[in-house]
């Protein structure tokens, strides 16, 4: 068993996170106004890593600005980790 299993209060791969730890996650990350789309839309963390640019940009209802953002710096890097960690 790891010791800190818990990162913030979630679990470390995306793939595990409730659709509040999702949201959290944003929160945290500064995206409060954009982040209750996520709980609208149910998004947990394994529709997380499943999004593509389109279903950000367009399937949350989201100012573009910040979706560019909420895609490219967050979104796209997790998917990349993850795919990442789960290869090894």
Aim: glycine share 6%.
């Amino acid at each position: 068993m790891e010791e800190c299993s818990m990162e913030n209060g979630r679990p470390p791969d995306p793939a595990d996170w409730a659709v509040m730890d999702v949201v959290n996650y944003f929160r945290t990350a500064g995206f409060e106004e954009q982040a209750s789309a996520f709980q609208e839309q149910e998004i947990d963390g394994k529709s997380l890593l499943l999004m593509t640019r389109n279903d950000v940009l367009t399937g949350l209802q989201l100012k573009l600005g910040p979706a560019l953002k909420i895609y490219e710096y967050h979104v796209k890097p997790l998917q990349t980790k993850h795919l990442k960690n789960s290869s090894s």
